[in-house]
């Protein structure tokens, strides 16, 4: 039987505000275990939560960066259930009245544009954090975490395949760091995702019963565990079987999903509204006064470096994936404002030194201009394209600008073209063979001459003046 998967997704951004949501307690990572706290995320009696206005504010962009519905009021609401790391016995949530509705953004899916639907986005507290001792059957609970700024990112059901997902999810990542609302970072749980997967007979109308994945902290894991989880779903289903509503966790040692509770449904939580929280009110002033202020978002960017610089739909698309890759690139183009041989080097030199390292962009040793006036030593004839790598490598180990290196340690390219005629009468006069070779058809021997005459100049001769001499000799 032939069947069509269906994937939804929620992701919970954590926000970039210095306090917490409804008290001003710090949202720092990192600090002791409970010194973050105060009454108010403790959930002691009398206290009453106030909210943070920036979390709001971060909200709205969001909703206008991904074409939502930004509602004039929202409300907040209390979602209940019992958990050790809940101090207060429910989570302050917004249920019926969220911020934001109705979004949507775009992926590129079979050298296409598909738009994904985003149901919701609201605003709400995280939870605290279990430690389970190692040796003993223990835990411990730090409620650091209890009111961090959260929004909660609800998609359609429209992602039909794992690769889908995974585009999704890194779009979403990438327009909130060019927001600068969230850090992305999925290793301390500022951005992370649950995911809903079912699968039905291709024809069908009605969706399957779904499985609810968690436990997924990286792009990578979400696919492999949608890959797995769609996989089981068939074989339970083409053994006669049915599958069951669930929670499973994602085990990426094993590679295998297994089972952890019963799926909640929205009415297990018992919401209600938050009786301690005025309605969340958004006036057109406040909305045209963030739209004001959002930055150049992926999308549009990508668009302007194919219509305006000239770069393919797939470098742009690699160049605008991240925030501060996009800013480097520009930044280069100020001191080398050309873009095709500017984006060559970022993507593969320089990306590829990073990745070797295990480094992002901000941690590039080379900063922009020195590369930029790498590229122009390269143009204006002073260095090779084989030496430029030379000094490239030499500038990613100490930091130092290109023409520095160049003086130190004499590694201008020879363009003085009596001088490399003489090198090349002495590489013809050496090779006779080869050269009667060359002269009865077997051109192929060009690139041995070149490379003969770039190993006697150490690689300084200009490759350019050494091809048309080899030619006017050899022809």
């Known amino acids: 039987m032939e069947f069509v998967t269906v994937i939804g997704l ?39 939560p106030v909210l943070n206005r920036k979390v709001a504010a971060y909200a709205v962009k969001m909703g206008i960066a991904t074409h939502c519905t930004i509602n004039r009021e929202s409300r907040f609401a209390r979602k209940n259930y019992f958990y050790p790391d809940l101090p207060k016995g429910y989570q302050i949530s917004q249920y019926e ?11 590129d899916g079979d050298g296409e544009k598909k738009r994904i639907g985003i149901t919701r986005i609201h605003m709400e507290e995280d939870a605290g954090k279990l430690i389970h001792h190692p040796g003993r059957s223990v835990s411990h609970v730090d409620l650091n975490r209890t009111g961090v700024p959260l929004i909660e990112i609800v998609s359609e059901p429209d992602i039909r395949s794992p690769e889908e997902a995974g585009s999704y999810l890194r779009k979403l990542h990438a327009i909130l760091r060019y927001l600068d609302i969230c850090d992305g970072n999925m290793e301390e749980g500022s951005f992370r995702c649950d995911a809903n997967v079912s699968i039905m007979p291709a024809g069908a109308t009605a969706f399957g019963t779904r499985t609810e994945l968690k436990n997924l902290n990286s792009f990578r894991h979400v696919e492999k565990a949608l890959h797995y989880e769609i996989v089981r779903q068939q074989e339970v289903i083409g053994d006669g079987g049915t599958v069951v509503q669930e929670t499973r966790l994602w085990n990426p040692d094993r590679g295998v999903t297994t089972p952890m509770r019963g799926k909640e449904e929205a009415h297990d939580y018992r919401y209600f509204p938050d009786p301690d929280l005025l309605p969340v009110v958004v006036d057109d002033a406040w ?29 742009a ?17 100020e001191a080398y404002p050309r873009p095709k041989p500017a984006a060559n080097w970022i993507m593969g030199p320089l990306l ?11 941690a590039s040793p080379i900063a922009p201009a020195d590369l930029g006036a790498l590229l122009k030593l390269v143009d204006d004839g002073t260095l090779s394209g084989k030496i430029a790598k030379t000094v490239f490598e030499e500038m990613a180990a100490t930091g130092r600008p290109p023409g520095r290196i160049v003086a130190e340690k004499q590694l201008v390219q020879l363009s003085d073209g009596d001088a490399i005629e003489g090198i090349i009468n002495d590489v013809l006069a050496g090779h ?44």
Request: with cysteine; glycine share 12%.
């Open 352 to 362: 590829g030194l990073l990745n070797s390292e295990g480094k992002d962009i901000g």
């Open 317 to 333: 698309g690699v160049l605008t994936a991240e925030r501060e890759l996009a800013d480097y690139f520009e930044a280069c183009l």
């Open 432 to 475: 006779p063979d080869e050269v009667a070779a060359f002269r009865g058809g077997k051109t192929k021997l060009m690139g041995f001459f070149v490379g003969e005459v770039m190993r006697a100049t150490k690689g300084k001769a200009n490759p350019k003046m050494v091809n048309e001499i080899l030619w006017r000799k050899l022809g």
């Open 97 to 107: 009245l969220p911020i934001c509705e109705h979004g949507y953004i775009e992926i």
């Open 10 to 48: 929620e992701v919970h951004a954590q926000l970039k505000t210095r306090t917490k949501i409804f008290c001003g307690c710090s949202t720092a990572f990192g600090a002791p275990p409970n010194t973050h706290v105060c009454p108010v995320c403790l959930g002691m009696p009398g206290v009453l």
């Open 287 to 315: 909305i045209r006064e963030i739209t004001a202020g959002l930055p150049e978002l992926p999308d549009a960017r990508e668009k302007r470096f194919v219509e305006v610089l000239g770069l393919t739909p797939y470098d």
